[in-house]
Every structure is written in C-alpha cells, then in structure tokens.
C-alpha cells in the first residue's frame, strides 16, 4: 500500500497569511505514460463531507477559489492556500488515487490565530 | 446537477449487519465507479472499496475482505454497501463517492452506530 504522510499535522495563521501543506508518498504516484500525478486534495469543514479542491496534483476543480493552488511531482506535493480566509478554516486531505487501495494523508487542520 | 444522496443514520448491535444506500443523479450513473470511504469520530479518512457501475466489478480493502459487499442496481441508479459482523470499532460516517479518478462529488454521510 502506499502511504501518505502530511506535514505539519496542524497549523494556525493570521487572516491573509500563507498556508503550506506538505504530502509525501511512500513511492512516486507519477504515471510514466500520461505524465501525471495521481493525487488530489480535499477539504472537510466539520460536519460536512470532503470536498475535491485539486486534482493530478495541480489542477484546480471548477468553482475552488484561485487562492488555492497545488504543486510537486513523484512523492512530494505541496497545497498553498496564497492569502488564508475565514471560511477556509477546514481539515486538508491528501489522496493517491494511483492505485488501490486509494489512501489518505492524515490531514492537517488549518485554523486562524 | 450531480447529487448522491445516502441513507439515514443506523445504530446496530455488535454482530449485526448495516447496508448504507447511495443513489445517485445528474450523471449517466454508469460511467463512473462508486468509491466507499468511511471515518471514524475525530479521525481521518479510511477507503473502503470501489464498484464499477458498469459491470459490477469491486475492489475490497484487505481490511475488510469477507466483511463488506458492495452492489450496484443500475436501474435505479443506486450504489449499496452492506457490513457484516459490526463491532464497536467499525462506528463510523460512511460515505459513498462518486470516483472520477479522484472523488469529485461525495454523498452526505450516513452515520452508523455500533452499540450494545
């Protein structure tokens, strides 16, 4: 299986601040043959189900705010969240989606100070 | 618009068995897999296993491996998961995905107790 670990496991910033999220996968989930990287992004805010914010590691899906971009390829993957917003107080999941079973990150919880 | 919408919340003993309904809308329901993800209070997020909507084709976590079965009614366009032999540990939200690859549209959760 592969695992992925997220760092740091929590993070509280000022309004406007940067927000980095580091994911590590155990083996590199880039897929030789289309060049991509099979890991998307989630937010959870309580009570709710997960939402997909990226997707092959840095497309944004349609309608998530353009604050929020994805990078990294192989095994090391970065979310930055460019000017941190109320409403974005949530806990941020990695996903490998390159073979199953499709494992998670952790999460790391992102709160305002 | 793209809708799943799951079953109600359920509380069972230990040694029962739960199936969680997932039906879905605003999509042609089988071009795409139905992903199950379950998680526990406070925890992180758990794959559970995956059909094809196609054909019926499933794919189980180890973990769970003579436990779980999923199914598909394409005629009503609905995704079911049924877990057997329920202990405390398996209390949980289950939630079913639509699985585009990544999971690009989840169903609000089905919360299941497992309780003496």
């Known amino acids: 299986d592969i695992v992925m670990t997220q760092s740091p496991d929590s993070l509280a910033l000022s309004l406007g601040a940067r927000a980095t999220i580091n994911c590590k996968s155990s083996?590199?989930?880039?897929?030789?043959?289309?060049?991509?990287?099979?890991l998307g992004w989630y937010q959870q805010k309580p009570g709710q189900p997960p939402k997909l914010l990226i997707y092959?590691?840095?497309t944004r899906e349609s309608g998530v705010p353009d604050r929020f971009s994805g990078s990294g390829s192989g095994t090391d993957f970065t979310l930055t969240i460019s000017s941190l917003q109320a409403e974005d107080v949530a806990i941020y999941y990695c996903q490998q989606y390159y073979s199953t079973p499709k494992t998670f990150g952790q999460g790391t919880k992102v709160e305002i100070k | 618009q793209v809708q799943l919408v799951q079953s109600g919340a359920e509380v069972k003993k230990p040694g029962a068995s739960v199936k969680v309904s997932c039906k879905a809308s605003g999509y042609t329901f089988t071009n795409y897999g139905i992903a199950w993800v379950r998680q526990a209070p406070g925890q992180g997020l758990e794959w559970m296993g995956w059909i094809s909507a196609y054909n019926g084709n499933t794919d189980y976590e180890q973990k769970f491996q003579g436990r779980v079965t999923m199914t598909i009614d394409t005629s009503a366009s609905t995704a079911y998961m049924e877990l057997r032999s329920l202990r405390s540990d398996d209390t949980a939200v289950y939630y079913c995905a639509r699985d585009s690859a990544p999971f690009d549209r989840w169903g609000q959760g089905t919360l299941v107790t497992v309780s003496s």
């Open positions: 092959w590691a840095s």
């Open positions: 083996q590199s989930i880039l897929y030789s043959s289309t060049n991509k990287n099979y």
